[in-house]
């Protein structure tokens, strides 16, 4: 009988076919209880993982399953474990709904490639939905329906440790990478079993938490809410994102998982969208230290009349929603709305028509670090390193170097290239830069390898057998950077340094004579002006992935050209956190030959390393900028163009960036805001044309009376190679 009844379901979800998801959802929701209902709405993790605030019931996963009092579960993982609990919803429940599994699929599922600041260094947004997709082919296989990605928070503060996961400082380009990743994730048909759902986070602002310090306080004005944070969430919404997780922190006074303003007024009111929101890891709970709730029977009020939709881990729903529905201080259309979400979500993953499509142990084996999938860890991680100096061009290194030594505590490692949330991925799959460059350079050269001392830690006791390493080799190459685990959730840094004695490492190692180039590996930008003034190159390569160890030994010996951008400025000290370039102007503009204007007594202003910067083992050189009109009325486009020439003798690619500034606006607008750019490959002597159009919606900004307007005036528009290295042309918007 119970099979007849899935039959039947089945067979009616694919009579249905020629309605629409809110049809085909609508039919399911007629025939639920109110209990069945909020079963759709609550989510726990799988392994029944403690750390819920307000704690699990006591029946086990599988009788609340077949209750129908979970719709999700997170954290399990392969096809076989998802295709038991899916078993027990569609084949041992009244209505035999599928569930959801979800997972953090961050930057990769097994196959881990470069954590997401490496990836937008790339500023290649084909190259970052190819990763994603990736990715989602390999997770899907394993039972995965569903991640929690991309992470779009906009990050000013390097200090806050999920900095590694999001695209950097830029609303622009951050909105490129978000809808890229979203495209990646979903493919082109979500009903597809190798597709899954993507999860845009932390709605909102959760990159703007107080000192960097994660979970706090998060305080700024709707304009700069709407003018820079936001911009990537609703990008994301725009590429069709699924869902989205309600973030952490409060704006203004009010958590994000009780925001009427941020899920009601704007998601659903002015971006119309129709996904769903899960709240992030007991957040709805979270509510009651936040201030706003006294219990969790209100916070799980105050969480459903925001319409946050799925509660994840703290049973507040659970417990509570039927209660506050039968007391009448909920509205059933507002839980009817929620779970019509899910369900369309659901109808959209075609998990109605084949609760079982992602459940195939075959295919899970085939597809596990298949080599097309490996093969892209590298061909992404290839765009991510930065030349951040390369002074009387050391790099790259002769190929006839007699003897090497490769120093650090980075240098052997096969954890730490990972980064943090690295999902299910191994070790033992790494190359480490050891392995990668011993495979590179074979038997004619001498690797000299010390340790010199750990990431952590005081113990200098390694630096007189690095010393003598590197004594004995041509060039030294130090590997140095943060442990994986110093970067992501909960790990925020009031200091930016080198940790432990790395820098002393390096001192030492320079007063040998030796030529010296650092390899960094982090998470985060660090504060590094004595590596910047005393060493002779430094290439930031982040947390690459498994092919870590291949990827940095093609850049040092130049059979890759690094062509990575910053998308995060680095400071010359932590004290000028937080340091961005499309920073506002003020009142008194640093003068040097005035004392009372804005900026510091004991440094100066700048970066140490500005937005956009990223050098190259070629050199290229810029025309002025030429415009097709200097004066536009505010319904035109204006044409830009610009000649670029490598003059060096490699090739390399260059990424070419475009910024505007509006002169006069009736609120202060920022000195610099990225509108366009393009990444282009030249060989040495070649001169292409770049020409980019700047469309009325890249002029626009909110005005005084928040309208999102052109204003006439006077602008610039600057092109170069990063923020602070342009040139500059002029033109007029008129009525």
């Known amino acids: ?235 994301a919404v725009e590429a069709g994102a699924g869902s989205l997780m309600a973030s952490f922190n409060e704006i203004g006074g009010v958590p994000s998982s009780a925001s009427k303003f941020l899920m009601t007024d704007i998601l659903r009111g002015e971006w119309k969208s129709d996904a769903f929101v899960v709240s992030d890891w007991n957040s709805i709970g979270e509510l009651i230290p936040h201030g706003v709730a006294k219990d969790r029977m209100k916070a799980a009020e105050l969480g459903i009349k925001a319409t946050v939709d799925m509660d994840m881990e703290t049973s507040a729903y659970f417990y509570h929603l039927a209660e506050l529905v039968k007391e009448g201080k909920v509205d059933i259309k507002l839980v009817d709305d929620a779970v019509r979400r899910v369900l369309i979500a659901k109808f959209k993953l075609g998990l109605f028509d084949d609760p079982y499509k992602y459940c195939n142990v075959e295919r899970e084996k085939k597809t596990i670090k298949s080599k097309e999938i490996v093969d892209a860890t590298r061909e992404v991680a290839q765009e991510t390193l930065v030349l951040l100096k390369n002074e009387k061009n050391i790099l790259p290194l002769s190929k006839s170097l007699k003897s090497i030594a490769l120093i650090g505590p980075l240098v052997k490692s096969k954890d730490n290239p990972l980064g943090g949330w690295s999902a299910l991925g191994d070790s033992n799959d790494v190359v480490s830069v050891y392995e990668g460059l011993t495979q590179k350079l074979g038997k004619n050269v001498k690797i000299n390898y010390a340790e010199g001392c750990t990431i952590l830690g005081k113990n200098k006791s390694g630096f007189a057998t690095a010393v003598k390493a590197a004594k004995a080799s041509e060039v030294v190459v130090v590997f140095v950077g943060e442990h994986r685990g110093m970067s992501g959730e909960a790990n925020s840094r009031a200091t930016l340094d080198l940790p432990g004695v790395q820098e002393d490492l390096v001192k030492e190692l320079k007063k040998t004579g030796k030529p010296v180039v650092v390899v960094l590996m982090n998470g985060r930008p660090l504060t590094i002006p004595w590596l910047q003034e005393n060493v002779n190159a430094i290439i930031e390569a982040w947390y690459p992935g498994i092919s870590a160890g291949i990827v940095i030994a093609d850049a040092l010996f130049g059979d890759l050209n690094p062509n990575g951008k910053l998308t995060v400025t680095f400071p010359r000290y932590v004290g000028q956190v937080p340091i961005y370039y499309n920073y506002k102007n003020t009142g008194r503009p640093h003068d040097p030959t005035n004392h009372y204007t804005s900026y510091y007594m004991d440094l100066e202003n700048s970066p140490l390393y500005p937005f956009g910067y990223g050098l190259s083992y070629t050199t290229f050189e810029y025309s002025a900028p030429t415009l097709s009109k200097t004066n536009i009325k505010k319904d035109e486009s204006l044409t830009v163009t610009v000649e670029v020439k490598n003059t060096g003798k490699f090739e390399g690619k260059e990424v070419v960036q475009l910024y505007i500034r509006d002169l006069v606006g009736s609120v202060t607008r920022p000195v610099k805001e990225l509108k366009d750019f393009a990444k282009i490959s030249l060989k040495p002597g070649e001169t292409k044309k770049v020409e980019f159009t700047i469309t009325p919606e890249k002029f626009k900004f909110y005005d005084i009376n928040l309208k999102h307007v052109v204003e006439p005036g006077d602008f610039k528009v600057f092109v170069g190679t990063n923020s602070v290295d342009v040139k500059e042309a002029s033109f007029t918007v008129v009525e």
Request: positive net charge; contains cysteine.
């Open 1 to 235: 009988m119970k099979k007849m009844f899935l039959f039947i379901l089945i067979g009616s979800a694919l009579f249905a076919q020629n309605k629409t998801y809110t049809q085909r959802a609508d039919s399911v929701l007629a025939l639920m209880t109110l209990e069945e209902k909020v079963g759709q709405l609550v989510q726990y993790s799988g392994d029944w993982a403690t750390g819920a605030a307000q704690g699990r019931p006591s029946e086990t996963s599988d009788e609340l399953l077949k209750k129908g009092k979970i719709g999700s579960f997170l954290n399990v993982v392969s096809s076989e474990k998802t295709m038991k609990l899916q078993k027990i919803a569609v084949e041992q429940s009244r209505l035999k709904i599928p569930l959801i599994f979800g997972l953090d699929v961050i930057h990769g599922y097994f196959s881990t490639f470069p954590v997401p600041i490496g990836e937008a260094s790339s500023w290649n947004p084909t190259l970052i939905e190819k990763s994603a997709r990736m990715q989602a082919i390999e997770a899907s296989s394993a039972g995965i329906h569903w991640t929690f990605n991309p992470m779009v928070d906009i990050a000013r503060d390097p200090r806050w440790g999920r900095i590694m996961e999001g695209s950097g400082e830029d609303p622009y380009l951050g909105s490129l990478m978000a809808a890229a990743r979203v495209r990646g994730y979903q493919g082109k048909d979500l009903s597809a079993n190798n597709t899954i759902l993507a999860c845009v986070k932390h709605y909102a602002a959760y990159g703007g938490a107080e000192g960097g310090r994660d979970y706090n306080t998060v305080d700024l004005s709707e304009r700069n809410l709407r003018e820079f944070y936001l911009l990537p969430y609703k990008a």
